[in-house]
């Protein structure tokens, strides 16, 4: 675990799981924290991560990024089972619960905080402390439920009206809902700023009142993993800089289908991918 003493202070706090995702050749590193803070260091900030972690696996894809890991027994595992029906996802085991107090306090100015549950461990009362902040939200983790046998479905969120309305923006999937209009309308009604992902169909926007669709170009997909995550960090990022949802969107848009023609973290965009993605928007 790092030396909290030495922590410098960061620009983008991603606060979830890390997580391994069982593959035919063995595990692969995943989950929100992994793709939103390569991301954001992709897009020049300053990151930290805070996660649970069982270090089954070496975390050198993340490079420098400081993830403060307080370790755990072993790291959440997903699995995904392809059926003639289509993907059905496998919560095989889950890491300890993140809560305030585990945020070095060098960390708790960060100017973005990203809040990225994948299996409800996020407390969600975590939202209160950040006053000064822009709190994004990728609450997939607090909308999953899952059965004895670890299969995961869409599941109900108590909380959900209590931490929207403290954040500045989030970013949900239409399937993060079973795609229920009425879930994603009440959701909008809640939150200040709503994008909610549509896979290649691209994105939609709410925000003060109007909803927007952003067409997604057309890109040959190798593995979507992890785009939604792209287009999260992209998004509260643009954000936070332009103040403008519209133009954060568009561009969150144009560089999360860019990640899906590589493989796993592979798609974390480049610097040149990112100069064209800005220019576009421009």
């Not at 270090?55 to 755990?72: G, M, W």
């Not at 461990?121 to 975590?126: A, Y």
Request: charged content about 20%; overall charge negative.
């Amino acid at each position: 675990m790092l030396e909290i003493t030495l922590l410098k202070p960061i620009d983008y706090l991603v606060i979830g799981h890390i997580t391994l995702d069982v593959m035919p050749t063995g595990y692969r590193l995943g989950g929100t924290a992994a793709y939103a803070s390569l991301t954001a260091r992709a897009l020049g900030l300053r990151v930290g991560v805070v996660t649970s972690w069982g270090a089954e696996i070496s975390l050198a894809e993340l490079q420098d990024i400081p993830v403060l890991s307080f370790p755990a027994e072993r790291s959440t595992i997903f699995e995904n089972v392809i059926m003639p029906s289509g993907r059905v996802q496998y919560l095989r085991h889950v890491a300890d619960s993140l809560e305030y107090y585990h945020i070095p306090e060098p960390w708790r100015s960060a100017s973005i905080v990203h809040l990225g549950p994948v299996a409800q461990e996020v407390d969600p009362g975590i939202v209160r402390n950040f006053p000064t902040a822009l709190i994004g939200l990728t609450p997939q983790g607090w909308l999953r439920s899952w059965d004895a046998q670890g299969k995961v479905s869409p599941g109900e969120w108590p909380e959900a009206d209590f931490v929207l309305r403290r954040a500045g923006a989030a970013v949900i999937s239409s399937e993060d809902v079973g795609n229920e209009e009425e879930r994603i309308d009440e959701m909008a009604a809640s939150c200040r700023v709503l994008a909610v992902t549509e896979g290649a169909a691209g994105a939609r926007l709410y925000w003060n009142g109007d909803v927007r669709r952003f067409r997604a170009p057309e890109m040959e997909e190798v593995d979507a993993t992890g785009a939604g995550d792209i287009f999260a960090a992209a998004f509260f990022t643009r954000l936070f800089t332009t103040r403008d949802p519209w133009e954060a969107a568009r561009f969150a848009t144009q560089l999360s289908a860019v990640s899906v023609t590589r493989p796993g973290l592979a798609g974390v965009p480049t610097q040149e991918e990112i100069e064209t993605c800005m220019v576009e928007v421009i």
